[in-house]
């Protein structure tokens, strides 16, 4: 191929990675925007049958799936990964549907944990902890 025909191609592909790059950074939280994460979650389970017992940011552990990594990334911000721990109380249908929204969501969540034990009042509602990551960016 000539040289032109090789620029073409490369200019092309240098365009669609920047589109690519700009879909991911929309997809992170900025540092600031954990509230924001607390609105997004609890819209995801909107019109269901879930009741949020506690959400909580988690301490990272070193060298565990949940520990916070620093990256910096190509725009000069570090990339973050903050554990969070979720319970709620919910039943079966209602559970895998907040899961496939969590899965389904604008935002990079991560899903690391996931514990069900049975509710002994009310059989058809369960207990469930949910272990979870969020990516985070902050300017470094």
Do not use: C
Not at 4 to 23: F, H, M, P, Q
Not at 71 to 84: A, S
Not at 102 to 107: F, L, S, T
């Amino acid at each position: 191929q000539s040289p032109t025909g090789e620029y073409s191609i490369l200019e092309e592909e240098v365009k669609k990675t920047k589109e690519e790059l700009e879909i991911l950074n929309n997809r992170i939280f900025w540092e600031g925007d954990i509230s924001r994460f607390l609105n997004e979650i609890t819209q995801l389970a909107s019109e269901l049958r879930i009741e949020f017992v506690s959400l909580k940011p988690e301490k990272p552990e070193s060298g565990s799936l949940s520990s916070e990594k620093e990256k910096k990334g190509p725009q000069g911000y570090l990339l973050t990964q903050v554990p969070i721990t979720i319970i709620i109380r919910g039943g079966y249908a209602d559970l895998v549907k907040f899961l496939r929204r969590i899965e389904e969501a604008d935002k990079l969540i991560n899903i690391y944990t996931l514990n069900i034990e049975s509710d002994r009042r009310n059989v058809y509602r369960h207990n469930i902890k949910i272990g979870l990551g969020i990516f985070n960016k902050k300017e470094g």
